[in-house]
């Protein structure tokens, strides 16, 4: 697309835009009287409007119906995690592939204890070297808990020398040269740091031919770009819901697990009661008897206030369509891309490559990037920084608009 680096060409691809409608949905914050441009929805998305709507409706049964809320309540809360499929839509996925409960990390303790098998010399876990944190800590926590030696199991493939992200050949090229080894490949869907979106199908269709358990972490992923876990035969995936997908700080988590394993009710696991079966659940069983899907991983009831939060965004992203925030989303990130390529201060790490980034750019800075990160703020843009010396802005395309993404280009140029 030919770009123009011109205030009022953005304003009329504002105007032209199928989707700006969507903007006056969420709660823009305020910097000295006028709203601010906001890029920071890769770490926290905006409050939907709508939200407080569907916590009162709780609050009102919680108030109306005490403990009867659970069957007779408008949503009753003992069926409200059937009242997801959208977010099953939105990874591409069965209904009965996804549930919603607890956070992103206690999901993957979860799915990890059920599907990492270390089988003698097969027990190895590939991973990108600079994964989100929790999901290190995670896995290596998980291991000593096992007495295995996380460095002993771990396997973390890094950018070639020189390079920030990671080629889609050297993953296939490590996942060869351990087949004998893997048990498992873990990684981000959407890489934090350098906005990488990686070829999850080619990814995952080399690990299980390896003979590995393929697994993903989709937070900075869900709710950015088109997802088809159940076809792409993803065995699991784990996200939050607090950044693209706007459900408040700390909301709950997702949770996919492909029917090859969810239909298998004998994989063991670290059960809870809301896991059993829904027509025996009351009988109070001591035994542990697993429902099936992905439910049978549930643990406890379901905090209904933060998924209810959750409810009001996946309603949203039902009426826009993913499809059509990944065709605006495109557009917006080229735009930025287009309005940076001559500032010698920065070098965008994020690839180059549409298909292989979601609306994310990760900008290195050469020279005073914390001071270049507090100008944005002082000029009511808020971007998120990352140590040492990166800017990560994301023009989200359910509320930014492109006047925004030249409002932040002209800071950053000048």
């Not at 299980?208 to 950015?224: F, M, P, R, S």
Request: proline share 4%; charged share 25%; net charge neutral.
């Amino acid at each position: 697309m030919d770009f123009q680096n011109d205030l009022k060409y953005a304003q009329q691809l504002d105007k032209e835009d199928g989707l700006r409608e969507y903007r006056k949905q969420f709660f823009i914050p305020d910097f000295q009287g006028a709203a601010v441009a906001y890029f920071c929805g890769n770490s926290l998305g905006l409050q939907p409007k709508v939200v407080k709507f569907y916590i009162e409706q709780e609050l009102l049964d919680w108030k109306n119906l005490g403990v009867e809320g659970h069957l007779k309540a408008k949503n009753p809360w003992f069926s409200y995690h059937h009242f997801f499929e959208s977010a099953a839509k939105l990874v591409g996925a069965q209904k009965e592939e996804v549930v919603i409960m607890n956070s992103l990390t206690v999901n993957l303790h979860l799915i990890l204890a059920s599907l990492y098998k270390n089988r003698g010399k097969r027990r190895k876990i590939l991973m990108e070297a600079k994964a989100f944190p929790s999901d290190q800590h995670a896995v290596e926590t998980f291991l000593r808990l096992r007495d295995l030696d996380p460095s002993d199991i771990i396997l973390e493939i890094k950018p070639r020398k020189g390079e920030h992200t990671l080629r889609t050949e050297d993953i296939l090229e490590a996942i060869e040269e351990n087949r004998l080894e893997l048990a498992m490949v873990m990684m981000s869907g959407v890489n934090y740091y350098t906005g990488q979106y990686f070829d999850i199908p080619t990814i995952t269709k080399a690990g299980k031919k390896a003979g590995a358990v393929v697994g993903w972490d989709l937070a900075h992923t869900t709710g950015n770009v088109p997802l088809k876990l159940h076809d792409w035969n993803v065995d699991f995936a784990v996200w939050c819901t607090y950044k693209y997908m706007n459900s408040g700080p700390g909301s709950v988590g997702g949770l996919f697990v492909h029917e090859e394993h969810g239909n298998n009710i004998d994989i063991p696991r670290m059960g809870g009661w809301w896991g059993t079966e829904e027509e025996t659940r009351f009988q109070m069983d001591k035994h542990f008897k697993a429902q099936r899907g992905a439910a049978g991983w549930q643990l406890s009831n379901a905090p209904v206030f933060a998924m209810a939060m959750h409810k009001a965004s996946l309603d949203i992203f039902d009426d826009a369509g993913i499809e059509n925030l990944r065709e605006k989303s495109l557009k917006l990130t080229g735009y930025l891309e287009f309005l940076l390529k001559d500032n010698k201060n920065l070098t965008i790490i994020t690839p180059a490559n549409p298909e292989e980034r979601g609306c994310q750019l990760s900008l290195l800075t050469k020279k005073n990037g914390k001071a270049l990160f507090q100008k944005l703020r002082d000029n009511g843009i808020i971007a998120d920084w990352r140590e040492p010396d990166v800017i990560r802005v994301a023009p989200v395309p359910l509320y930014n608009t492109f006047s925004d993404v030249y409002r932040l280009a002209e800071i950053l140029n000048s």
